[in-house]
């Protein structure tokens, strides 16, 4: 699986738009960019995940670049209940794989 | 649908006991994972299991044993624990079409 590259920490002022980047330069064709968060020190929950078109859901949206080198993810209303860790991963679509999750991004949202 | 689910909740054992950890998933996937994580660090993978009856080691597999019971249940045992086997650890599944995990609510454990 691709490396991912993420800011270790961003804020966000409650109620704006929180973008979290993430760079994922040796990425392949047949990965994906899969997003999930942790709340606190609950189990991480899957956001939303993509192959290189724009995906959005009723959590967030996830833009991709054309060259698929980075993504961003984002939370179009930042609630004080964002705040948590984001990780992004690249994998294929294999059933089982080998994901690994660095240290991803801590957002903190701001009152 | 419970997802998936861990017990205990929290743990704390002497070095040198031994404990096992139980997951259990009600959404029919094939594989599923055993993964810990320490303060301030990512989650590293200790065990996973792309499907029932196969077992396979992650990037932290000392120390530990799994077994994979059946199609839900996935266990990780820990034979004789040590203070460095004190950490956070979560059991995942992966969905059947799209392939995201889910995971269960952790177990504590402390070792002493």
């Known amino acids: 699986d691709a490396k991912t590259t993420q800011p270790p920490s961003m804020d966000c002022a409650e109620g704006r738009a929180a973008n979290l980047p993430c760079n994922h330069s040796t990425i392949s064709g047949n990965e994906y960019v899969y997003w999930y968060r942790q709340i606190h020190s609950q189990g991480p929950q899957y956001i939303i995940h993509g192959l290189k078109n724009n995906e959005t859901n009723e959590m967030a949206s996830l833009i991709i670049t054309e060259d698929r080198k980075s993504s961003t993810l984002i939370l179009p209303h930042a609630t004080l209940r964002d705040t948590a860790v984001y990780y992004c991963?690249?994998?294929?679509?294999?059933?089982?794989?080998?994901?690994?999750f660095g240290i991803g991004t801590k957002l903190q949202v701001i009152p | 649908n419970a997802g998936v689910t861990q017990t205990p909740k929290f743990q704390v054992l002497k070095t040198g006991q031994s404990m096992t950890l139980q997951c259990a998933q009600d959404m029919n996937h094939n594989s599923m994972y055993w993964y810990r994580q320490d303060p301030g660090m990512g989650l590293r993978l200790i065990y996973y299991?792309?499907?029932?009856?196969?077992?396979d080691k992650g990037e932290v597999p000392n120390g530990y044993n799994v077994s994979r019971l059946n199609k839900r249940e996935f266990s990780l045992r820990l034979e004789s624990a040590a203070p460095s086997q004190t950490s956070v650890y979560f059991c995942a599944s992966t969905g059947l079409r799209t392939y995201e995990q889910y995971f269960g609510p952790g177990t504590r454990l402390t070792v002493t």
């Open positions: 991963i690249v994998r294929d679509s294999g059933g089982y794989q080998k994901v690994t």
């Open positions: 299991s792309a499907s029932e009856g196969t077992t």
